[in-house]
């Protein structure tokens, strides 16, 4: 079936209203598009760049279907948006990724099943639906092992670690007793992420793996290129191609991988849509993966993913603001550094606020510079508090 492009000038509805969002809208507005999002809440990081913003729950159905009506294709920057929301925006117009995609990809035990469908490797796992499975997952795993729920976790939230002397039930406990997976502790030698993109007509394209670090569970650092052996990239990327050809995907679609010290992939999740790790990609790679997205979605061909410089991108939490404004100035002092915000009124600890990126003749240079300039963005700070 050949599908028609849908035109520059078309509108592009985002569900979701967060910093992908954002950055995607900025995207589709380069290109011509319109953009709509619906969210929850109002003057969202998208809502502040779309042309419409409407402010709706994910559960009224009747709002998304009434939302998919304005606009040509509907995409995700969020992806626990209930499947039923999915399949009523589907009903009038286009839904890239699909509702069929977004199923397995938000759920920890439907994802996990899929990848070993098709023989793509994981840590060990089992799924938790009752005190007996508990039992019998804490004797199969063994400790330390996570216990994760399956559905709405994300930043290493909905997540308890099972170690020695965890009473197992308690932990599941403090998970609501949700449906949960417990995975077996991966001996971490490093986390990196794909991002790849499928289009209408099944071309495929990919970002050279990012290598991040986490913080609190939550990504702290990536840099570009990876610092992997050139095998472990390409399984990596191959892993994805798989992922995007069986899902027959449409969009742009991010896998975390674990790499073990003994230098084994594992998949750790898919995201189904842009992802905080590609936000090098803006200002780093010939084509961004918001823009990436946009022709996905679009049935445009893909764009040049290559890398210009070795980049390193460091996110701004709300934790920057704890003694007042951050000191903006002093990181723009830096002629290298590209600041990002979103657009977010009240910076909780742990928000996500923003990110630098910095371009530089390594990887490692590149963070050093980004990490000297998120540290120049609190400088004052200290010497406030001595006063
Ligand atoms: P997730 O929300 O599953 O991506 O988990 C957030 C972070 O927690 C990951 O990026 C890892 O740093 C850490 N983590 C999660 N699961 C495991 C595991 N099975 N073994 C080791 N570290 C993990």
Redesign the pocket.
């Known amino acids: 079936m050949t599908t028609p492009r849908i035109n520059p000038g078309s509108t592009i509805g985002v569900l979701g209203g967060g910093q992908l969002g954002r950055m995607f809208a900025m995207a589709a507005r380069r290109l011509g598009y319109r953009v709509h999002t619906l969210a929850p809440e109002h003057d969202t990081p998208t809502g502040q760049i779309a042309d419409v913003e409407v402010v709706a729950s994910y559960d009224d159905v009747d709002r998304v279907r009434a939302f998919a009506r304005e606009v040509q294709v509907v995409t995700f920057e969020f992806e626990n948006v209930p499947a039923a929301a999915a399949a009523a925006a589907a009903e009038v117009t286009f839904v890239r990724p699909s509702g069929a995609a977004l199923e397995v990809a938000q759920h920890r035990i439907r994802e996990k099943r899929f990848l070993t469908q098709h023989g793509l490797p994981v840590?060990p796992f089992a799924e938790v639906r009752t005190e007996d499975d508990l039992r019998a997952a804490v004797h199969a795993i063994g400790r330390p092992?996570?216990l994760?729920t399956a559905a709405l976790?994300?930043?290493?939230k909905g997540?308890v670690a099972i170690t020695e002397g965890v009473d197992p039930i308690e932990a599941w406990g403090q998970l609501g007793r949700a449906e949960c997976v417990l995975?077996?502790?991966?001996d971490?030698e490093r986390?990196i992420s794909v991002i790849g993109a499928r289009g209408v007509d099944g071309a495929t394209s990919f970002f050279e793996p990012f290598d991040?670090t986490?913080r609190h569970?939550i990504l702290d650092v990536t840099v570009c290129p990876a610092d992997v052996p050139a095998n472990v990239a390409f399984d990596a990327i191959e892993i994805t191609r798989t992922v995007l050809e069986q899902l027959e995907y449409v969009g742009i679609l991010c896998i975390?991988f674990?790499v073990t010290r003994a230098g084994k992939l594992l998949v750790?999740?898919l995201a189904p849509r842009p992802h905080n790790s590609g936000h090098l990609t803006f200002d780093a790679c010939r084509t961004s993966q918001f823009e990436q997205q946009v022709r996905a979605i679009c049935g445009f061909p893909l764009g040049g993913t290559d890398l210009l410089q070795p980049a390193a991108m460091v996110n701004l939490l709300g934790d920057l603001w704890a003694d007042g404004e951050p000191n903006w100035a002093a990181a723009l002092a830096m002629p290298d550094v590209k600041l990002h915000l979103y657009g977010k009124a009240s910076p909780r600890p742990g928000r996500k606020m923003g990110h630098l990126t910095v371009m530089a003749p390594t990887a490692t240079h590149a963070k050093e510079r980004a990490l000297a300039a998120r540290r120049l963005l609190v400088s004052g700070h200290a010497v406030r508090a001595l006063q």
């Not at 976790?153 to 290493?156: A, E, H, P």
């Open positions: 840590a092992s996570v994760k976790g994300y930043d290493g997540q995975e077996a502790f991966v971490l986390e991040n986490h569970h975390e674990f750790n999740e």
